[in-house]
């Protein structure tokens, strides 16, 4: 799908960048350095791959269902710390983490490429009561991602 190529080839080149860096980093500075919200590079990690889940069951749902769609929103109201805490990212292996932050992404990149031209218009109403196209929520996925990575580069850096 032509538009949203450059963002999914943005996505895409920032997984190839972001993997060896995230391999890279040691124990201790994946579980102790914490960032405003108190979650450690971990927990982003953990983070990030719940945002890619959900927003590609919303992508799926949001071509299918009526339109507006009342779904689940993991990501207000506390709910993506609840996410975090109940999952464990903090105990994962971090290999794994980070292979499957990385597929997750991979994967909601064949999805968007996938995504009925016809459908970018229908919306979901938030926990927010805010009303969101798909389309919208496709193109903002990638300032998102940069968003998080921005964190992990400050964690990184900390000292």
Known sequence: ?????????ELLSLIGEWEPKLLAL????????QNSQNRTIKQIVGHMIDSASNNTHRIVHLQY???PLIYPDYANLGNNDRWISIQSYQTEKWDDLVQLWKY??????????SVSLDK????????LNKRVSLKAMIIDYLPHFR???SEIDELINKK
């Open 1 to 9: 799908m032509n538009e949203f190529k450059t963002n999914n080839q």
């Open 26 to 33: 040691s124990d201790d500075t994946i579980t102790n350095k």
């Open 65 to 67: 269902q009526p339109s």
């Open 104 to 113: 997750s992404n991979i994967h909601i990149v064949h999805v968007i490429n």
């Open 120 to 127: 970018l218009d229908n919306e979901w109403i938030t926990a």
């Open 147 to 149: 968003l998080h990575l």
